[in-house]
Each structure stands twice: as structure tokens, then as C-alpha cells.
């Protein structure tokens, strides 16, 4: 008498070896990230529970047209290998987008497994493993049995562990990508890092190369032949730093290396979202169009500072960027709906500690011929609207991007500690020269062209305050920042007097200290607060002997107000008012235009 056909798989208790089952995958997938023994534990359970002899799991690439087996347990054997999706089992699921059940291996077309293992194979059945709708792959299992018959509660149980194989195989994706992501963010980092570091080296380096030709060529008297020499070796040197400076004037955050603009804001939102929990939304309007390297920086910096910003003391629930393409310039907008603040609490702490990080993105826009408008309420959230043109103003200024410094210390020890210093502080500050002697920093200074120069008051041979005065003649916008040993050395009235802009005492810490010479880059002056406190008694309020145009240049300083925004109110340049506050300050005996603001 013939054997009836078995039906579905024949354990002692079914539903307890499937509980067993999913839970033990379940324990899997729940640290496990490498694919391929994950994929075999889930094929293991799989034949277990179907009473199959033999499986396989398969990813699917339909745009290719292929498909590739990434387990194969029992016979055929052909993990790794790549086949055509109109070829075998899982051509078929795909082709039908469904399960598939056949009673003879014989009866799929194009089967891959050779003979005499064909003919040991019967029962066969596959089931597509999909994710978000669309097929990444399947799951066939196979049976020697000739009595097995595989049932649609078959194929309902398989596709139950097909879930299971896709999120496998879709944590182990995220995983690589996370992990590929990350080596390519830590290379980048320091590849910066280390061009930075070559670029400033090498720059301070031919800096110095320049400044002593220019020093042999004083010095000496050579003849015709060897003044050529050095003429030609100091061009030389002067095309080599500025060649080195043009290397890396595309050099960019690393979330910017290999993404745009609108890539890389998207990561630093997902940032906002694992670290806030808040709720983020970014639009794009216009064409996405290449940006100047340097207006992408600086505009994925202020995206960054202001989303740390909203992390950080907004309290908000959700917040919005919108970057806008235009064809002459590109904006972003930051939105928050938090906390918010007073605006005219801002303009005042512009002048203190508490207000430079808001000051700070003001300046990384005007950096580069920029705006930048904050907006706020109490309670009703803050808008940020940062737009900078599309294309550089001067495409050839190699200087642009950072505040570039001139160190001046007659100690070795003490120059190197404020280079490290202003590096590790900002990095947006670019020390461009090194030396001991201030009797050579005119020299220095037209050569390599500062935003700041950073020495102290008491200098051997020429001091802070005739440093200053000497480099005033030269370049009256020039901004000196000075270390002071003491809050009451006379010398501090006298250097604020010459046009010194900054003063820090020699105990500030890194921070600080690039505070003031930012400030001083950007125009204004920062003193530390105890320095404030011993000038502030200077006597901001003897002016009986200014003029008529001096108090009014005086009233708009102490209203906070830049000094462009005062010669458009009094119609007079911005040269007039540099030299109408200067003598406000020697009249007044005020040490800085801080000073007589805060006043």
C-alpha cells in the first residue's frame, strides 16, 4: 500500500520549538551585525522547524538583475556566487512576487543544483524577503523527504523568518554604512588636521625664510650678482606661500568631504534628532548649484553653532533649516519654536562673554561679504537667516577664510604654547608667522598682512605700546591684542591710547585668549573682566572737551553701535569715525571703545 504524503513538519510539540525558535533569533539579531552567520543561525531554525534537509538565503539586486547567495547550507553548496534573477527558486519568487511551492525540484526552471543531487531533492519551497515593500531577497528550503508536501502554512512560517532575515540583513547594511561612514569621517578629520598642521608649518616657515633675506639684504652690501640672488630667492619664497596657502583654501569640515551642502546639513540634523530628541525638518528651495568652498564652510559652520545653539539653551520641540539656492547668493535659515530671548539683551551682551557665540556667526558671515540676521521672542522661538554671495568677492585672496595672526614673544617656550593655544581653541584662526625680535614685526606685518598681532606689553627693545604705535603709523586699522602682566601697569592706558584693541592677562586660558583675538579681527576689542574693572575707572565721563561731532560719534558708540552703521548715520566715513573715536579715547582717558560703550 502506498505511503500517504506528510504534511507540514512532524514535532513532538510544533508551537514550542517555534517559540523556541524565534526566540533564539530573537536573542540574535539583537547584538549581531555580522551578516553571514546571522543569515546561517536563521536558516538553521528555519529547516529545523520545516523538517527541510537543505536552504538558502539570497539577497536581491533587481536593479541588476541579480541575485547573490549569501548561505547555502546542504546540497549545492554555492554561497558567494552571483546568478541571474531568471535562473532558480528565487528568479521565480521575484518573477511572481510571491511564495512559491513546488513538489519536485525537478519542476524549477533553471535549478542550479547539478545531478545527483538534483534527484535526491523533492519538496521545494521559497518565500520573498522584503523591506518597506520592496524585495532584498528570499529564503528557499529543500527536502529529501518524497512524502514532504510544503502548505501555504509552510510558506506563512517561512515568511515569518524571512522578516527576521530582513531586518538581518538590513541592520548588517545600516551597520557597514555606519562603520564606513565613520572611517571616512576619522580619515577626513585628520587629513585636515594634518594639511593644517603642514599648511601653517610650512607657511610660518617661509615666512620666516622671507624676513631674513629681507634682513641679509639690509644688513649687507652685496654686489649686483648677489643682490639678483637674493632678489630671486625671496620671490621664490613669496610664490611658495602663496601657493601653499591656495593648496588649501578648499580644505572644509569633514561631513563636507564627498557630500553637499544639503548631504551634510542632513547629517548634522540627525545629530539634532539622537542627541534633543527634537523633531527636524530640513527644505531645499532653488537648484542645488557649487558653492565657493569657502562659502560652504562658513555656511555649514553657522548651521552647526546654531543648531548647537538650539541644543543647548533653546528648549525647543522642533527645529527647521531651510537652505535657499539663489543665483547670486545662498542662504540658510535656522527656525526653532523654543524658548527664544530679548534681542535688545543680545545687543548689550554683544560687548561680554555671553553674547559671542551669536557674534561669532555674525562674523563668519561678514567674513566673506555676508549677512546675518537673528530674530527672537520670548517664548515664541528664534529665526536665523544667514545668506553669503555664491562666489568669492576676490577669488585670489587666499587669506579670507581665517583670522590670520602674527605671534611675537621673545620666549620660544611661551610662542609655541599661544600657537597650540589659539589652535586648539578655534580653529578658524591661522597663525601665520612666529617671531622674537618685535623690532622686526613692521617688516612682518607688511609682508604677511595679520588681521592681529598678538605680543606682549613688555617686550625687550620695543614695547607693546610703541609696537602699537609704530604699527598704527603704518596700517591704522591695525589690531594689536596685548598680554599684560598686571591690571595696573600704566602701560595698559597708554597702549589703549596709541589703538591697542585687545589686552589678556598672561594667566587667561585658551579661550579667552581667542576671544580677544577674534574680537580683534572682526573690529571690536575684548577686554578680560578684571581688566575691565581697573580701566573702567578712567574716567569715561571727562569730555568737557570734546567737540560737537565728538559727542554724537561718542553717544553711538556707547549705544553699542559698529562703526559702519555710525558713519551712515552721521553720513561721514568709516575712517572719520576711527579717527573721531580715537580721540574720544585720548580725551576721555578710556581705555577702548568697549570701555566707553559699556559705559
Same mark, same amino acid.
Given at each position: 500500500?502506498?505511503?500517504?504524503?506528510?504534511?507540514?513538519?512532524?514535532?513532538?510539540?510544533?508551537?514550542?520549538?517555534?517559540?523556541?525558535?524565534?526566540?533564539?533569533?530573537?536573542?540574535?539579531?539583537?547584538?549581531?551585525?555580522?551578516?553571514?552567520?546571522?543569515?546561517?543561525?536563521?536558516?538553521?531554525?528555519?529547516?529545523?522547524?520545516?523538517?527541510?534537509?537543505?536552504?538558502?538565503?539570497?539577497?536581491?539586486?533587481?536593479?541588476?538583475?541579480?541575485?547573490?547567495?549569501?548561505?547555502?547550507?546542504?546540497?549545492?553548496?554555492?554561497?558567494?556566487?552571483?546568478?541571474?534573477?531568471?535562473?532558480?527558486?528565487?528568479?521565480?519568487?521575484?518573477?511572481?512576487?510571491?511564495?512559491?511551492?513546488?513538489?519536485?525540484?525537478?519542476?524549477?526552471?533553471?535549478?542550479?543544483?547539478?545531478?545527483?543531487?538534483?534527484?535526491?531533492?523533492?519538496?521545494?519551497?521559497?518565500?520573498?524577503?522584503?523591506?518597506?515593500?520592496?524585495?532584498?531577497?528570499?529564503?528557499?528550503?529543500?527536502?529529501?523527504?518524497?512524502?514532504?508536501?510544503?502548505?501555504?502554512?509552510?510558506?506563512?512560517?517561512?515568511?515569518?523568518?524571512?522578516?527576521?532575515?530582513?531586518?538581518?540583513?538590513?541592520?548588517?547594511?545600516?551597520?557597514?554604512?555606519?562603520?564606513?561612514?565613520?572611517?571616512?569621517?576619522?580619515?577626513?578629520?585628520?587629513?585636515?588636521?594634518?594639511?593644517?598642521?603642514?599648511?601653517?608649518?610650512?607657511?610660518?616657515?617661509?615666512?620666516?625664510?622671507?624676513?631674513?633675506?629681507?634682513?641679509?639684504?639690509?644688513?649687507?652690501?652685496?654686489?649686483?650678482?648677489?643682490?639678483?640672488?637674493?632678489?630671486?630667492?625671496?620671490?621664490?619664497?613669496?610664490?611658495?606661500?602663496?601657493?601653499?596657502?591656495?593648496?588649501?583654501?578648499?580644505?572644509?569640515?569633514?561631513?563636507?568631504?564627498?557630500?553637499?551642502?544639503?548631504?551634510?546639513?542632513?547629517?548634522?540634523?540627525?545629530?539634532?534628532?539622537?542627541?534633543?530628541?527634537?523633531?527636524?525638518?530640513?527644505?531645499?528651495?532653488?537648484?542645488?548649484?557649487?558653492?565657493?568652498?569657502?562659502?560652504?564652510?562658513?555656511?555649514?559652520?553657522?548651521?552647526?553653532?546654531?543648531?548647537?545653539?538650539?541644543?543647548?539653551?533653546?528648549?525647543?520641540?522642533?527645529?527647521?533649516?531651510?537652505?535657499?539656492?539663489?543665483?547670486?547668493?545662498?542662504?540658510?535659515?535656522?527656525?526653532?519654536?523654543?524658548?527664544?530671548?530679548?534681542?535688545?539683551?543680545?545687543?548689550?551682551?554683544?560687548?561680554?562673554?555671553?553674547?559671542?557665540?551669536?557674534?561669532? /556667526?555674525? $562674523?563668519?558671515?561678514?567674513?566673506?561679504?555676508?549677512? =546675518? %540676521? @537673528? #530674530? !527672537?521672542?520670548?517664548?515664541? &522661538?528664534? +529665526?536665523?537667516?544667514?545668506?553669503?554671495?555664491?562666489?568669492?568677492?576676490?577669488?585670489?585672496?587666499?587669506?579670507?577664510?581665517?583670522?590670520?595672526?602674527?605671534?611675537?614673544?621673545?620666549?620660544?617656550?611661551?610662542?609655541?604654547?599661544?600657537?597650540?593655544?589659539?589652535?586648539?581653541?578655534?580653529?578658524?584662526?591661522?597663525?601665520?608667522?612666529?617671531?622674537?625680535?618685535?623690532?622686526?614685526?613692521?617688516?612682518?606685518?607688511?609682508?604677511?598682512?595679520?588681521?592681529?598681532?598678538?605680543?606682549?606689553?613688555?617686550?625687550?627693545?620695543?614695547?607693546?605700546?610703541?609696537?602699537?604705535?609704530? /604699527?598704527? $603709523?603704518?596700517?591704522?586699522?591695525?589690531?594689536?591684542? =596685548? %598680554? @599684560? #602682566? !598686571?591690571?595696573?601697569?600704566? &602701560?595698559? +592706558?597708554?597702549?589703549?591710547?596709541?589703538?591697542?584693541?585687545?589686552?589678556?592677562?598672561?594667566?587667561?586660558?585658551?579661550?579667552?585668549?581667542?576671544?580677544?583675538?577674534?574680537?580683534?579681527?572682526?573690529?571690536?576689542?575684548?577686554?578680560?573682566?578684571?581688566?575691565?574693572?581697573?580701566?573702567?575707572?578712567?574716567?569715561?565721563?571727562?569730555?568737557?572737551?570734546?567737540?560737537?561731532?565728538?559727542?554724537?560719534?561718542?553717544?553711538?558708540?556707547?549705544?553699542?553701535?559698529?562703526?559702519?552703521?555710525?558713519?551712515?548715520?552721521?553720513?561721514?566715513?568709516?575712517?572719520?569715525?576711527?579717527?573721531?573715536?580715537?580721540?574720544?579715547?585720548?580725551?576721555?582717558?578710556?581705555?577702548?571703545?568697549?570701555?566707553?560703550?559699556?559705559?
Amino acid at each position: 500500500m502506498p505511503e500517504e504524503p506528510t504534511h507540514g513538519p512532524v514535532p513532538a510539540d510544533p508551537m514550542r520549538r517555534q517559540l523556541d525558535s524565534l526566540a533564539a533569533m530573537a536573542t540574535d539579531l539583537a547584538g549581531q551585525f555580522s551578516l553571514e552567520p546571522l543569515l546561517e543561525r536563521i536558516l538553521q531554525h528555519t529547516m529545523e522547524l520545516l523538517g527541510g534537509d537543505s536552504g538558502s538565503i539570497c539577497t536581491v539586486d533587481e536593479v541588476a538583475g541579480t541575485y547573490r547567495k549569501e548561505v547555502d547550507l546542504g546540497v549545492g553548496c554555492q554561497s558567494g556566487r552571483t546568478f541571474p534573477l531568471d535562473e532558480g527558486v528565487t528568479g521565480e519568487v521575484v518573477r511572481r512576487r510571491r511564495p512559491v511551492i513546488f513538489d519536485e525540484y525537478a519542476d524549477i526552471p533553471g535549478g542550479h543544483i547539478p545531478a545527483p543531487e538534483r534527484d535526491e531533492l523533492h519538496g521545494v519551497i521559497g518565500v520573498p524577503i522584503r523591506w518597506n515593500g520592496t524585495i532584498i531577497g528570499s529564503c528557499v528550503v529543500f527536502s529529501r523527504d518524497p512524502r514532504r508536501r510544503f502548505t501555504p502554512d509552510d510558506a506563512a512560517l517561512l515568511e515569518l523568518f524571512g522578516t527576521h532575515a530582513a531586518i538581518a540583513i538590513t541592520n548588517a547594511r545600516l551597520h557597514a554604512q555606519a562603520a564606513e561612514r565613520a572611517r571616512d569621517t576619522a580619515i577626513m578629520a585628520e587629513r585636515e588636521r594634518m594639511v593644517r598642521d603642514v599648511h601653517d608649518t610650512v607657511g610660518r616657515g617661509l615666512a620666516a625664510v622671507l624676513l631674513h633675506l629681507d634682513d641679509a639684504e639690509r644688513r649687507l652690501d652685496p654686489g649686483a650678482s648677489a643682490r639678483a640672488a637674493l632678489t630671486e630667492a625671496r620671490a621664490s619664497a613669496r610664490a611658495a606661500l602663496t601657493d601653499t596657502r591656495r593648496t588649501v583654501l578648499g580644505l572644509g569640515p569633514a561631513l563636507l568631504d564627498g557630500n553637499s551642502l544639503g548631504e551634510a546639513i542632513a547629517l548634522e540634523l540627525a545629530w539634532v534628532e539622537s542627541t534633543a530628541a527634537l523633531a527636524t525638518r530640513l527644505v531645499v528651495i532653488g537648484d542645488p548649484a557649487p558653492l565657493d568652498p569657502d562659502a560652504a564652510r562658513q555656511l555649514f559652520r553657522i548651521t552647526q553653532e546654531s543648531l548647537t545653539n538650539v541644543v543647548e539653551h533653546a528648549r525647543a520641540q522642533s527645529v527647521r533649516v531651510g537652505l535657499v539656492y539663489g543665483s547670486e547668493s545662498t542662504a540658510v535659515l535656522i527656525e526653532d519654536d523654543g524658548c527664544g530671548f530679548d534681542p535688545s539683551v543680545y545687543a548689550h551682551a554683544r560687548s561680554t562673554r555671553a553674547g559671542l557665540g551669536l557674534h561669532g /556667526l555674525v $562674523a563668519r558671515a561678514q567674513h566673506l561679504g555676508g549677512s =546675518l %540676521l @537673528v #530674530d !527672537s521672542t520670548p517664548g515664541w &522661538g528664534t +529665526r536665523i537667516r544667514a545668506e553669503i554671495p555664491s562666489a568669492p568677492a576676490d577669488p585670489i585672496d587666499p587669506a579670507r577664510s581665517r583670522w590670520r595672526v602674527l605671534v611675537v614673544h621673545d620666549s620660544p617656550v611661551i610662542r609655541a604654547g599661544l600657537v597650540r593655544m589659539l589652535a586648539l581653541a578655534e580653529p578658524d584662526i591661522q597663525v601665520v608667522g612666529e617671531l622674537a625680535d618685535s623690532a622686526q614685526v613692521v617688516d612682518a606685518y607688511e609682508l604677511l598682512r595679520p588681521h592681529v598681532v598678538l605680543t606682549h606689553l613688555r617686550m625687550p627693545h620695543i614695547d607693546g605700546v610703541r609696537l602699537t604705535a609704530y /604699527l598704527r $603709523a603704518v596700517d591704522p586699522g591695525a589690531a594689536v591684542v =596685548l %598680554l @599684560v #602682566d !598686571s591690571v595696573s601697569d600704566e &602701560g595698559v +592706558r597708554e597702549a589703549a591710547q596709541g589703538g591697542a584693541v585687545g589686552f589678556v592677562k598672561h594667566d587667561a586660558d585658551a579661550a579667552g585668549l581667542a576671544r580677544a583675538v577674534v574680537a580683534a579681527a572682526r573690529g571690536d576689542s575684548l577686554m578680560t573682566v578684571d581688566l575691565f574693572s581697573s580701566s573702567a575707572g578712567a574716567g569715561p565721563d571727562a569730555g568737557e572737551h570734546l567737540t560737537a561731532r565728538e559727542r554724537e560719534v561718542r553717544a553711538l558708540v556707547e549705544q553699542g553701535l559698529p562703526y559702519k552703521q555710525i558713519a551712515a548715520t552721521l553720513d561721514i566715513s568709516v575712517k572719520t569715525v576711527e579717527k573721531h573715536v580715537g580721540s574720544i579715547l585720548r580725551k576721555t582717558g578710556a581705555p577702548n571703545r568697549r570701555a566707553l560703550a559699556a559705559h
